[in-house]
């Protein structure tokens, strides 16, 4: 009896132990995993930024997932792909903007960032200049090709000035 004991007493700390090591290699490998989804979020805010300043709203579009609400200040709330396209005016302005990555965090096929804009755009007609920084909050949602793509957007503008060139 006393063997018998000894012997379950011996595979409980060995499973304990193994199952300790394997918990030590998933907290790694989530480390390494969030890593490149930071990384991949960074590169997919420089695609938008490139994308508005070279006027390619289909670039843009690239960026954002297909039932994505973004909520611009003072209107109300752009809901899906074409509404998005639709409000966006890519063929009118030149846009010269800067985006600085304050945070990301990410949680599992959800991640956060916040951001802030500085810049400006002309629109061609009018050749008036507006200059602006914002601020933003942007939701990311991991695809099922293991891309991620812009969820949810809301900014508001922390300076706006509008003038003639």
Known sequence: MKRLFM????????????S?????????????????????I?????????AFNLGDIEAYMDTIAENAVFMPPNEPALIGKDAIRNWYDFDTLNF????????????GD???QRSHWKGDW?????REKTKIESKTINIFRR????SWKNSHSIWNFTSR???KL
Do not use: Y
Request: charged share 25%.
């Open 20 to 40: 300790c090591q394997q918990a030590d290699k998933g907290n790694e490998m989530s480390a390494v995993d969030v890593e490149a989804d930071v990384a991949a």
């Open 161 to 163: 000035e509008t003038g």
């Open 122 to 126: 002309i629109e061609h007609d009018t």
């Open 110 to 112: 959800w991640a956060f």
């Open 143 to 146: 695809q099922p090709d293991g």
């Open 7 to 18: 012997i379950l007493s011996l595979v409980v700390l060995l499973c304990l132990s193994f």
């Open 96 to 107: 010269d903007m800067t985006i600085t990555v304050d945070e990301i965090e990410v949680q």
């Open 42 to 50: 960074k590169r997919l805010s420089n695609q938008v930024i490139k």
